[in-house]
C-alpha cells in the first residue's frame, strides 16, 4: 500500500520573514525559496501583497513573483484587502490567501476593520476572483485564542468558515496565529470543521509559542487534516499580535510526519539546508527543534 499523502505549505517567505528584525531583499527571499524548492517543497507562500509601511519586509512581492523558479509548484501570497487583490493579480500571482481574524479587536488591529467590514471585503474579493478564475483560499487567524479578546469560540469560527466557503474560498486556513491553543482544543474544533466541511477543504497553520505546535499538527492529523502551514526553520511570527512565536518548523513537521509513515514529497537534507539558509539570511536564531539530531541522520530518511 502506498503512503498517504501530506500536503506541506512553506510560510517562512511571508509569515517566517514579516516580522524579522533584518529584512531581506528581494534577492535574499528569493534564494530562500530557490532553497525550499530544491528541497522538492511543492507549496510555498511567497509574501504578501499589504502596505509596505505597515509591514516593510513585504515590500517588493511583486518583484519576487516576476522570478520565481518555474516547475509544478504552487506559489500563493497573503492579501488582506481589496488593494492587496488588486496588486497581486497585477503580478500574476495564480494562487491568494484572503485573511480574516475570528476576533473584532484582531481585525482592527491587522487589517484596520471590523470582523462584519471584513467579511463584506472577503465577500466582494472571493466574488471578483472566481470571475476572474483565480484560485482563493482564506485564512481564520486567531481561531483559537485572541491576544487582545482571549478564547475564541469554536461556535464563531465554524459560522466564519461556512460563510467563507458560501462566498466562494477554495479552502480554508485554521491559524493560531499566537500558538495559543493545546491539542485537545485542536481537535475539538478540527473534528467539528472537518464534520462540518470536510478534511479536504481544510489547512492547518501552527505557531510553537508554548512548544506545542506538533503536539496541535499530530491531534489535527488525528482529527483527519492532510494539509499543513509550516515555516522553514521555525521562523515567523505576526506584527499585530502580541506575543506570538514563530510557526512550527517545516523540517521537525516533516520529520515526525515521515517517522509517521506520510509521504510529504519533501527532501528532508535539502530542507535542513534551507534552515541554515534562512538561519544566515535573518541573523535570527532559528527554530526546528529535531535540526541538530536530523543533521547527523538524514540517511534514515534517504529515499530508495
Ligand atoms: N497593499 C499595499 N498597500 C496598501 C494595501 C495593500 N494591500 N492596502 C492599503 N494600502 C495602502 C494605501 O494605498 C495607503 O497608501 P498611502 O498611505 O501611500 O496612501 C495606505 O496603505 C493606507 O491605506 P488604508 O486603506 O487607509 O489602509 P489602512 O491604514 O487602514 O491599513 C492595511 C490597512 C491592511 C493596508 C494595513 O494595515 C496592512 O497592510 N496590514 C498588514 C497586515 C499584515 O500583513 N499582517 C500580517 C499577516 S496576517
Ligand atoms: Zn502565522
Known amino acids: 500500500m502506498s503512503a498517504e499523502t501530506v500536503v506541506v505549505n512553506d510560510v517562512g517567505p511571508r509569515d517566517g520573514l514579516q516580522n524579522q528584525p533584518r529584512v531581506l531583499t528581494p534577492a535574499q527571499r528569493l534564494q530562500l525559496i530557490e532553497a525550499l524548492v530544491a528541497a522538492q517543497v511543492k507549496h510555498i507562500e511567497v509574501g504578501s501583497f499589504v502596505s509596505p509601511k505597515a509591514v516593510p519586509a513585504m515590500a517588493g512581492t511583486d518583484e519576487l513573483f516576476a522570478q520565481l523558479p518555474a516547475g509544478d509548484i504552487e506559489y500563493s501570497a497573503l492579501i488582506p484587502n481589496r488593494k492587496g487583490y488588486e496588486l497581486a493579480k497585477l503580478a500574476g500571482v495564480r494562487s491568494m490567501v484572503l485573511v480574516v481574524a475570528a476576533s473584532n479587536t484582531m ?41 487582545f479578546e482571549g478564547a475564541v469560540d469554536a461556535g464563531v469560527v465554524s459560522g466564519l468558515a461556512a460563510r467563507l466557503l458560501e462566498h466562494g474560498a477554495s479552502r480554508l486556513v485554521i491559524a493560531d496565529t499566537i500558538g495559543a491553543a493545546n491539542p485537545a482544543q485542536v481537535r475539538t474544533l478540527m473534528q467539528r470543521l472537518v464534520n462540518e466541511v470536510g478534511a479536504g477543504k481544510l489547512t492547518c497553520h501552527f505557531h510553537d509559542t508554548r512548544a506545542m505546535g506538533l503536539a496541535n499538527a499530530y491531534a489535527a492529523l488525528e482529527a483527519g487534516i492532510r494539509r499543513f502551514d509550516a515555516s522553514i526553520g521555525g521562523l515567523g511570527g505576526c506584527p499585530f499580535a502580541p506575543g506570538a512565536t514563530g510557526n512550527v518548523a517545516t523540517e521537525d513537521l516533516v520529520m515526525m510526519l515521515s517517522l509517521m509513515g506520510f509521504e510529504t514529497g519533501i527532501d528532508l537534507d535539502a530542507l535542513i539546508a534551507a534552515g541554515q539558509l534562512a538561519g544566515e539570511l535573518t541573523s535570527a536564531a532559528t527554530g526546528g527543534r529535531a535540526s541538530p539530531w536530523l543533521r547527523r541522520n538524514t540517511h534514515r530518511f534517504a529515499r530508495h
Open 107 to 147: 481585525n482592527e488591529k491587522n487589517i484596520r476593520m471590523s470582523t462584519d467590514d471584513a467579511m463584506a471585503v472577503c465577500a466582494e474579493v472571493l466574488s471578483q476572483a472566481r470571475s476572474d478564475g483565480l484560485a482563493m483560499q482564506a485564512c481564520i487567524a486567531t481561531a483559537w485564542e485572541c491576544p
